[in-house]
C-alpha cells in the first residue's frame, strides 16, 4: 500500500467526519417506511392510470404515422419539410444502454466535456470491425447539445467514448454530419446529451449505418461517400445530404439485409446514380456495370430519378433470399424474393412498398428509372424499370401496388405504352387486385432518349381515367 | 412483521444506525443524503425482513444504501436534491488522531478530490479501503465484473494521484495511517 491509499483510508476513517443519527431513530425509520408505502401506493395509481390510457394511445400514432409532424415531438411543423425523418433508433428508453453511456461518458470524458444531465441514445450500432466505423447524421432543432460515441461492451462500467461533438447552432437548418469514427473495436452507441438541462435539445437523426469502404470512394466522375451496411433494425429510407457543387446525395437504408445504398443526384435534375451492396454491383450512369455482374445474395438495386425540382422519386429492390443469383440477364428460373419501395425523398417518407416474385434473370435486372405515384393520395405507386440487355435491348419491368383498405376492392388497370421516336409503340397492360402488386414485362427495345413512356389506367375509385403520367425515357435513364 | 421479526429489526436499528450513517457518508460525501439513503434502507428491510437471511440484514441494508447512492445519480439532475450544509458533519475540528501521518489539510484535501470521483469509482474505493472488502467481494456487492473493479478502482487512483502528485502516491506504507 503506498502513500496515496493509507491517506485515502486515514481519510475515509477520519473521526471528524461522524454523522450523528437523528435523536428517535425508531420514529426516523417509521417515517422512512410510511414514506415508501406512500410512495408505492403512488406507483400502482399511475401504473394503473397509464395502461388504462394506453388502451386509447395504441392507435393514434398508427394513424398519424405519415404526418411527419409527428416525427418529431414538439417540434414546429415549420421544421420538418425535408429533414421530417422518423427518428428511428433515437431517444431510445434503454434503461441499461442509458445507464452505461451516462457511466462511461462521465468517466472518460474531459473536464467540460461531461454530459449534464441526461442523454438520449440515438442509435445502437452494429458490430464494427477493423476500420469500421459510425456516421450519424442529424439536426438540432434547438438546444446546444453534445452528441458522442461510445464503444459498448457486455459489462457497463467497460464501455469506453469514443469521440464527442459539440453541436452549439440550435438555429441551423443544416445537417449536422458527425465523421466516421474509424478503428473501433466492437459495437458502437451514439448518444447525446443536452448542454442545458433545462433547453432539452431536439435532434432528428438517422444512423447512416457501419462504413464499408473509405470514404470518399471516387467513380467516374461522380463522387460518392460511403457505402454503408444498413441500420439492422431501419427501414429502407432515403436522406437527401447536401455536397459541394451541384451534387446531392440519397441515402437509402436497407431494413434487415444488412445492406445499403447511396445514390448520388445532381441538383441540375438529371438522373444519375445506381449503387449496390458494398461494391458488388455498381452501375454508371450510362448502364455499364463496372463491378462483377453478379448480385450477391442480400443485394440491392437502388435507383433514384429528380423529375424536375419538385418530384422526385426513389426506387429500391432488394433480394430477401439468401440464395446466390444468377448473373444479370441470366434467364434462370430461380424465384428470388424481390421487394420494391417506392420513395418521395423530398421528405424521406416511405410511400409503398411492393413484393414481388420474379425469376432472378428478370427481376434482380430491375434498375432505371422510376414515375411517380400516389395517385389520388391513395397510395398507388408504379415503378417502371428499363432493364439493360446484354443484347443491347431493354426491357420494361412495371411494378406497382397500392392500398386502400379492407372495405374497398376494385381492380387497378393500368396500361403502359413505349411510344419511340420512330412512332412504334409497345403496350402493356395490368390488371391489379387489392394488395397484389402489378408485375409486366414490357418489350423495349430500340429506345432513344426521346421515347416516351405514359401510364394510364382508371381511377379505381370513380372508374374514370386518371390523367396519364408521362415522362421521357431520358428520365429514366434512357441515353 | 411478526413481533421477534420487529425486536430483531429494532435491535439491529439501534446498534447498528451509527454505523450504516458513517457508511452513507463515506460514499456520499453529504449528511443529509446518507441519513436519507439510510433511511430509505432501513425501511426496505423493514418490509422485506422476513424473506431476509439471518443474520444478513444489515449486508441487505448496506448494499440497499449502495444501489439508491448509485441510483440517485442516475436520476435526472433537476430531480436531485443538493445539500449545501455540511458543516455539522464536522464534530471534531481537532488536529488529526495520535499516530496519523497526515494533517487534517491533507485529508480534507482527499475528501474533496474524492467528492469528485464519479460515483462508481467512489463506490469501489469505498468498499475497498472503508469497507476493507477485497476485490471479488466488491465486485460481488456492487454486482459488477472483477475486471470492472479493477479499472474502476484504477482510474480513481489515478485521478486521485493528479490532486496529489507522485510524491504521496510513492510513499510507503504509513503504519500510523492504517486502520
Excluded at chain 2, 487534517?104 to 467528492?115: H, N, S
Aim: charged letters at 25%; one cysteine or more; hydrophobic letters at 40%.
Amino acid at each position: 500500500m503506498n502513500g496515496l491509499e493509507s491517506l485515502l483510508r486515514e481519510t475515509l476513517h477520519d473521526d471528524r467526519r461522524r454523522v450523528e443519527g437523528p435523536a428517535d431513530v425508531t420514529a426516523w425509520v417509521a417515517a422512512g417506511v410510511s414514506r415508501q408505502r406512500r410512495r408505492l401506493a403512488t406507483a400502482t395509481a399511475v401504473v394503473t392510470v397509464v395502461v388504462l390510457a394506453l388502451g386509447s394511445a395504441v392507435v393514434l400514432p398508427i394513424v398519424l404515422r405519415d404526418d411527419p409532424a409527428t416525427y418529431v415531438a414538439g417540434a414546429p411543423e415549420e421544421e420538418t419539410g425535408l429533414l421530417a425523418w422518423e427518428p428511428v433508433g433515437s431517444l431510445i428508453e434503454d434503461s441499461e444502454a442509458i445507464e452505461g453511456a451516462l457511466q462511461a461518458w462521465s468517466d472518460d470524458a474531459p473536464a467540460g466535456q461531461q454530459p449534464d444531465g441526461d442523454v438520449y441514445v440515438l442509435m445502437v450500432g452494429a458490430e464494427v470491425g477493423d476500420g469500421g466505423g459510425a456516421y450519424l447524421q442529424g439536426r438540432s432543432t434547438d438546444g446546444d447539445a453534445m452528441l458522442a460515441f461510445l464503444t459498448r461492451a457486455d459489462d457497463l462500467a467497460d464501455w469506453k467514448l469514443v469521440e464527442t461533438t459539440q453541436i452549439s447552432d440550435p438555429s441551423s437548418t443544416e445537417f449536422v454530419v458527425v465523421p466516421p469514427v474509424e478503428d473501433v473495436e466492437g459495437s458502437l452507441l451514439a448518444v447525446l446529451a443536452p448542454k442545458w438541462r433545462d433547453t432539452p435539445a431536439r435532434w432528428l437523426s438517422k444512423p447512416i449505418g457501419w462504413a464499408e469502404v473509405p470514404s470518399e470512394t471516387r467513380f467516374g466522375e461522380t463522387q460518392w461517400r460511403q457505402v454503408f451496411r444498413a441500420y439492422p433494425n431501419d427501414w429502407l429510407t432515403a436522406l437527401g445530404v447536401p455536397l459541394e457543387g451541384d451534387v446531392a446525395h440519397r441515402v437509402l437504408l436497407g431494413r434487415g439485409n444488412g445492406v445499403a445504398h447511396l445514390v448520388e443526384a445532381p441538383t441540375s435534375g438529371e438522373t444519375t446514380y445506381v449503387g449496390a451492396d458494398t461494391g458488388t454491383v455498381v452501375r454508371s450512369l450510362d448502364g455499364t456495370p463496372p463491378g462483377p455482374e453478379v448480385l450477391q445474395p442480400g443485394a440491392v438495386l437502388a435507383d433514384s430519378l429528380r423529375i424536375g425540382p419538385e418530384v422526385s422519386m426513389t426506387l429500391i429492390g432488394m433480394a430477401q433470399r439468401s440464395a446466390v443469383v444468377g448473373p444479370l440477364n441470366a434467364r434462370s428460373e430461380r424465384v428470388i424474393r424481390m421487394s420494391v419501395i417506392l420513395f418521395e425523398p423530398e421528405d424521406g417518407r416511405r410511400v409503398v412498398g411492393a413484393v414481388v416474385q420474379k425469376p432472378s434473370g428478370r427481376a434482380i435486372c430491375g434498375t432505371r428509372k422510376y414515375v411517380p405515384a400516389d395517385i389520388l393520395g391513395r397510395y398507388v405507386a408504379a415503378a417502371v424499370c428499363p432493364v439493360p440487355l446484354s443484347t443491347g435491348e431493354r426491357s420494361l419491368w412495371l411494378v406497382g401496388r397500392w392500398n386502400v383498405g379492407e372495405d374497398f376492392n376494385p381492380n387497378l388497370d393500368l396500361t403502359l405504352d413505349v411510344e419511340r421516336a420512330d412512332g412504334t409503340v409497345t403496350t402493356a397492360s395490368v390488371t391489379q387486385r387489392r394488395n397484389e402488386t402489378l408485375d409486366e414485362w414490357v418489350e423495349s427495345s430500340n429506345l432513344s432518349p426521346y421515347s416516351r413512356f405514359v401510364l394510364r389506367g382508371l381511377d379505381p375509385f370513380e372508374g374514370t381515367p386518371f390523367d396519364p403520367w408521362e415522362w421521357p425515357a431520358q428520365w429514366l435513364g434512357v441515353r | 412483521m411478526d413481533e421477534a421479526g420487529r425486536d430483531d429489526f429494532e435491535a439491529l436499528v439501534a446498534a447498528r444506525t451509527g454505523a450504516l450513517l458513517r457508511y452513507a457518508y463515506v460514499l456520499t460525501g453529504d449528511r443529509h443524503r446518507a441519513e436519507d439513503l439510510v433511511q430509505s434502507a432501513l425501511a426496505s428491510s423493514y418490509r422485506h425482513w422476513r424473506r431476509l437471511e439471518p443474520g444478513g440484514a444489515e449486508r441487505y441494508i448496506r448494499k440497499a444504501v449502495l444501489n439508491a447512492y448509485l441510483s440517485w445519480w442516475r436520476r435526472p439532475a433537476r430531480t436531485r436534491e443538493t445539500s449545501v450544509d455540511d458543516v455539522a458533519v464536522f464534530l471534531d475540528t481537532r488536529e488529526g488522531t495520535p499516530g496519523a501521518d497526515f494533517g487534517v489539510d491533507t485529508r480534507d484535501e482527499m475528501w474533496r478530490a474524492l467528492a469528485l470521483l464519479p460515483p462508481r469509482q467512489r463506490a469501489v474505493v469505498v468498499l475497498r479501503y472503508f469497507e476493507d472488502l477485497t476485490e471479488v467481494e466488491t465486485a460481488a456487492r456492487m454486482n459488477i465484473s472483477i475486471g470492472t473493479v479493477k479499472s474502476q478502482h484504477s482510474k480513481a487512483l489515478r485521478a486521485l494521484q493528479t490532486v496529489f502528485g507522485a510524491d504521496i502516491a510513492d510513499k510507503p506504507e504509513i503504519a500510523g495511517g492504517m486502520r
